[in-house]
């Protein structure tokens, strides 16, 4: 994976594995901004190239905090990002510019070697009487001249330095920018985070107040509740028992109390059917086996008894009562005739006197 734009080095090989390439936007128009960034005379095919993240400025990059203190895996262009920034290229200028100024230094020190060797050979020439010696010393001096040529060709302390101190100021500088430009980002996001924050605190103090209503209301009407449930209760006692009470609230399962039973039990002696029918509409009472199967005390015997004999007193007055009144029925029915008999009688005797006396 390599840079797209021109005379830039970065590939994913060369940079370290935090460093980010974006792919080419499918907006025509924004993807024309980018080919033309590229600067490439050459077609190539933007939707299988990619452009490093060096062309891009800090506010470019959406998720950078988010990145950075590690909330996010990949850095995310802003929509709409263009890219700006030739770093890559500036640094190949600043080379090429070093390389050139070098190169015409050692140009400049083989032009000096080279007429200082005339200026020796003519000298050479001219004093034919100098030594062996002498054309030694020649030699080694220019011998060292070479050598120094060589060392200053080599090193060239003076203009690496100016080199080096420019970089470094220019690459400080874009440093500088760099970081301002981050912290006004920042700036800008806190401030945005102030806006959400203050907003989200009145969001809160609302919800609060609402709740807080809600919870009074809340309250007030279970207060009412429970005063209406204690009423409830005490109406309950005063017509159920504990028993009949609890298998209103648990079901059929109750434990039955001894009085509870023995009361219900005269009810049932009394009049089965009624009790029968209280069963079947759900009244609390115990069952019908429970109450034939157990053995009632002597006061309510007693009471049981009472009241058989009151029915049986109730039903003979019941009967009496009735024969009186099919009695009575009788003796309507048959009075008529009797009248009836006797008027027909004297009306035969009245006809009879009346044919004797004609």
Known sequence: MKCAVLNCKSTNLSRASDFSFFRFPSEPTLL????????????????TSVMCMNHFTPDDIENRQKFEMGFSKRRLLKNGAVPTLYKDNVEQEIDEATKLENKRIVDELLKQYDADLTKAEELKETTIDISENMDEDIEDFLKNEHTLIENQESQNPLHVSYTQNSGEVSDTEQKLIELKRANDALQKENSQHRIELAAAKRILIGEQRRHRYAVQALSKRLTIVETQKKNYEKKLESIFSKSQIE???????????????????????????????????????????????????????????????????????????????????????????????????????????EILNE
Request: charge should be negative; include cysteine.
């Open 32 to 47: 024309e901004k980018w080919m033309k960034f590229c600067r490439r005379k050459n077609k190539f095919n933007p939707s």
């Open 247 to 353: 298998m209103i609230k648990n079901g059929n399962s109750v434990s039955w109390s001894t009085s509870d039973i023995e009361a219900y039990k005269v009810i049932y002696t009394t009049n089965s059917t009624i009790y029968k029918f209280l069963l079947e509409k759900g009244f609390p009472l115990p069952s019908i086996r429970l109450i034939e199967s157990s053995s009632p005390s002597p006061e309510i015997s007693k009471i049981i008894k009472r009241v058989q004999e009151q029915e049986q007193d109730q039903n003979q007055n019941e009967l009496q009562q009735q024969d009186a009144d099919l009695y009575e029925e009788e003796q309507q029915q048959q009075s008529p005739s009797s009248l009836q008999s006797l008027m027909d009688h004297s009306y035969s005797e009245e006809i009879e006197f």
